[in-house]
């Protein structure tokens, strides 16, 4: 009950006019950017942080999870009336909330889900209420090599479980852990891969690039689509809301399940697309009759969209309780946290008591405040899209250069964020992925220095990292997701083998 | 049941050509990527071999980490160059269409140009020239809506980031003529 007290105590530190407005603005900023073609939850993150640099850390923090709330809400409005998904885990909302739109029943597809991005948001906010705060006591016995195995785990997950190919998830991590090693060395001051540029003595920003590989690279991305669209406008009546919250009681199954995979998936790194598509699925299979999924079912917006609210809340977990984000927004998040000096991980629990709780309330609170400002203010952010794509493609332009420009009043950071863009586009066109690079981005200076303090404490002994029970469970198990493709491909080529002997 | 027609429209004013010859395909690309990223590693690689890949008495030396992860770096692009040459080389699909790029360059030109213009003119009129421009010979928007619509952008930056929030930006003559 202790998780009680000290949430009811980060209400009271949230409740003020200053705060609450924050939030409201936080919140309208980032429907804005989910609804905007070209720009979604990470660069909306990472653009708007500059503005959160003369806040004090517990409104700044607040101010940019509702960003990220908004954005979420704001990209199923897309994917709804336009059949355009935001963001790559509202595909699956699309499957059957445009179908719903085409049908006239925008309304419901929208208040659908809405709500159901609320629920997921809500069992995940529960569980970081009542899990985190254990995970953060248990990790403060954790030294270096604990920490280092828990780096090391991360980074093997997104090579054993990433879908892209192999190699592509190596190059994206080996590159964003050099990036990061850029500059000088936190151990022994050494300065390293300057090549004697002043400029590169401060080492690649984190947010520099993150502006760059997402904000700028998705306007390129943008521009060389078609830029038509069309869609269905929608106001949002009280009576239809009020209809579909009577009949939400009989999806519970439903609900629950997609909660519980986008929770699963969303502690794991990068979870937040498949748990859209696996809640999709699973409501499909589960359902009597599975062909009239697409057509406009209702089920088909509340299972995909509770999932990946469920998922894109609690990537935060990890994040507040071991430093470790779960998703590119974490990642960013973490990055903003670092610049107010505070480092995210067990310690934060203990030494900065009030901020930690005070933004674990603020997702109950931006989220409730968050599913009133969609519901009543749809018809106008549907209306945002009408504004020519050639006005808005050169503000964002000029907001992320801003966004680049701030963080460390910087020039040279204007021209590497388009370097990065240009980095980004190429990519993403060859498949490269960049989750793993932003991942490696943020965490490279903390795994380096774990990996060296723990060197140092053992004399250069590698078996340090099995040198106990906790410490050696962690590095068994990422070595074994690291060769866990490997793995199974030899079990099935023996397989293949050893069948023909037996018959 | 009733279908409903959509109801906003948003037509592309820029006429397309659906049939435009390919500019490159995407395993020339991947390849030039490959081998960049092998050069980045070798030049990267040798940098930390100078400033100490070893270890001291007191543990691995400052180029130790990143020497190892150039060795990944440049084993993962080569397997990559490898794979794609011998496997995938034929048959891989379009990286931009010329009508593609030529939109691509419309944003990044544009975009290149606002970088170097804040130098010297400071952000807020590279803006409003950047947003003004690309709204007037991009979008082929009226000039008056594409002036008073970046007028009011630049204003509204500068009201925002200068004086509400204290974010200092780069600025330039006409900044100075106001006494800012």
């Known amino acids: 009950m202790e998780a009680l007290s000290l949430l009811l105590h980060g209400f009271a530190v949230l409740i003020t006019w200053k705060t609450l407005s924050l939030m409201m603005v936080g919140l309208l900023l980032g429907v804005f950017v989910g609804v905007l073609p070209g720009l979604g939850g990470p660069n909306g993150v990472a653009i708007l942080l500059p503005l959160t640099f003369t806040m004090d850390p517990t409104a700044a923090i607040v101010m940019l999870s509702c960003i990220y709330w908004g954005a979420l809400f704001g990209g199923a409005i897309t994917s709804i009336l336009f059949n355009i998904p935001g963001e790559a885990w509202s595909v699956a909302t699309t499957f059957d909330g445009y179908p719903m739109a085409q049908q006239g029943k925008a309304a419901e597809a929208l208040t659908a889900a809405f709500t159901s991005s609320f629920i997921g948001s809500f069992v995940a906010v529960l569980l970081i209420t009542f899990v985190a705060p254990g995970i953060a006591s248990f990790a403060l016995r954790f030294g270096p090599p604990e920490f280092f195995a828990v780096y090391f785990l991360t980074f093997c997950s997104f090579v054993g479980l990433g879908r892209e190919a192999k190699h592509k998830t190596i190059i994206s991590m080996t590159l964003g852990l050099l990036l990061a090693a850029v500059g000088m060395d936190t151990i022994s001051g050494q300065l390293r891969m300057t090549f004697g540029f002043t400029d590169l003595f401060r080492g690649v920003n984190f947010l520099v690039a993150v502006i760059g590989l997402f904000g700028i690279s998705e306007i390129l991305l943008t521009m060389e689509e078609r830029l038509a669209l069309r869609g269905h406008a929608a106001a949002i009546k009280l009576r239809v809301v009020l209809k579909v919250w009577k009949e939400l009681p009989r999806y519970w199954v439903t609900l629950l399940r997609s909660s519980a995979i986008g929770c699963w998936l969303g502690i794991t790194p990068g979870g937040a697309i498949a748990a859209s598509f696996m809640g999709y699925n699973l409501a499909k299979q589960f359902d009597k009759n599975p062909s009239t999924f697409g057509k406009g079912r209702i089920e088909g917006v509340f299972a995909p969209e509770t999932a990946a609210h469920a998922s894109g809340t609690s990537a935060l977990l990890p994040m507040l309780a071991l430093g470790i984000p779960g998703s590119g927004t974490a990642a960013i998040l973490l990055g903003g946290l670092m610049v107010w000096g505070l480092n995210p991980g067990p310690l934060l629990f203990v030494e900065h008591k009030d901020f930690v709780w005070a933004v674990i309330a603020s997702m109950y609170l931006g989220n409730i405040v968050g599913l009133v400002i969609v519901l009543t203010t749809v018809p106008i952010f549907a209306s945002i899209l009408r504004v020519p794509f050639a006005a808005v493609a050169p503000m964002i332009v000029v907001s992320c250069a801003i966004g680049a420009y701030a963080i460390q009043n910087a020039m040279f950071d204007v021209w590497l964020m388009l370097l990065f863009g240009v980095v980004g586009y190429v990519f993403k066109k060859i498949g490269v992925p960049l989750a793993p690079f932003t991942l490696a981005l943020v965490l490279g200076n903390r795994s380096e220095d774990a990996f060296r303090l723990s060197m140092i404490g053992a004399g250069g002994d590698l078996r340090v990292f099995w040198s106990n029970s906790l410490v050696g469970s962690i590095s068994t198990l990422a070595v074994i997701l690291l060769l866990w493709p490997l793995a199974s491909k030899i079990f099935e080529h023996a397989g293949r083998l050893l069948r023909p002997a037996k018959t | ?180």
């Open chain 2, 1 to 180: 049941m009733p279908t409903s027609d959509p109801e906003i429209v948003v037509e592309d004013p820029r006429e397309q050509e659906d049939r435009s010859p390919a500019v490159t395909t995407t395993a020339k690309v991947e390849a030039v990527v490959y081998v960049l990223l092998i050069v980045l590693a070798l030049v990267l690689g040798y940098d930390n071999y100078r400033s100490g890949m070893g270890w001291a008495k007191d543990g691995p030396q400052s180029g130790y980490m990143p020497f190892y992860l150039c060795v990944i770096l440049g084993s993962a692009s080569l397997f990559g160059l490898g794979h794609l040459l011998l496997k995938r080389w034929h048959g891989s699909g379009t990286f931009v269409t010329r009508d593609q790029f030529r939109r691509v360059l419309q944003v990044f030109i544009p975009t290149f140009l606002f970088c170097f213009a804040t130098q010297w003119l400071g952000i807020y009129v590279a803006s409003f020239l950047l947003v003004a421009g690309f709204m007037r010979f991009v979008g082929r928007i009226a000039w008056w809506k594409s002036l008073v619509t970046s007028f009011i952008f630049a204003l509204a930056m500068f009201v925002t980031f200068d004086i509400a929030f204290d974010v200092l930006m780069p600025k330039g003559p006409l900044e100075a003529l106001f006494g800012y």
